[in-house]
């Protein structure tokens, strides 16, 4: 069993950067692809990023592209997500996962493992 918590989140303004984290214990996080994922009041979620467990290519949205970076360190079972250029529309609760499928990062459905979430809001 896998338990992922994440952290960073905030207030910030629109133009502004953050990072996230997330820290995962329990498991052997070499092991696993991670995604980013997030839910705005009312929508779907949905994909953000994804990099995979063997350090291969990592994917985006198409609504991040350029502006998010997805990293992991592996010796700190940890797993980023620097966000810049942030924009009002990036206002969600931003979410971690474990597991995936190749081909499918994403789908939600794929995943194994989810933490708690941690709220981005960005104010124009």
């Known amino acids: 069993q896998v338990q992922l918590v994440e952290s960073g989140g905030g207030l910030v303004q629109a133009g502004d950067s953050l990072r996230l984290s997330c820290a995962a214990s329990?498991?052997?996080?070499?092991?696993?692809?991670m995604g980013w994922f997030r839910q705005a009041p009312g929508k779907e979620r949905e994909f953000v990023a994804v990099?995979?467990?063997?350090?291969?290519?990592?994917y985006y949205a198409d609504s991040v592209k350029g502006r998010f970076t997805i990293s992991r360190d592996n010796a700190k079972n940890t797993v980023y997500l620097q966000m810049n250029s942030l924009k009002p529309e990036d206002t969600a609760v931003y979410y971690c996962?474990?597991?995936?499928?190749?081909?499918?990062?994403?789908?939600?459905?794929?995943?194994?493992?989810w933490g708690q979430g941690t709220q981005v809001t960005v104010s124009s």
């Open positions: 990099i995979p467990w063997n350090g291969g290519s990592t």
């Open positions: 996962a474990a597991g995936g499928r190749p081909g499918l990062w994403f789908s939600r459905y794929v995943y194994d493992y």
């Open positions: 329990g498991g052997t996080f070499s092991r696993y692809s």
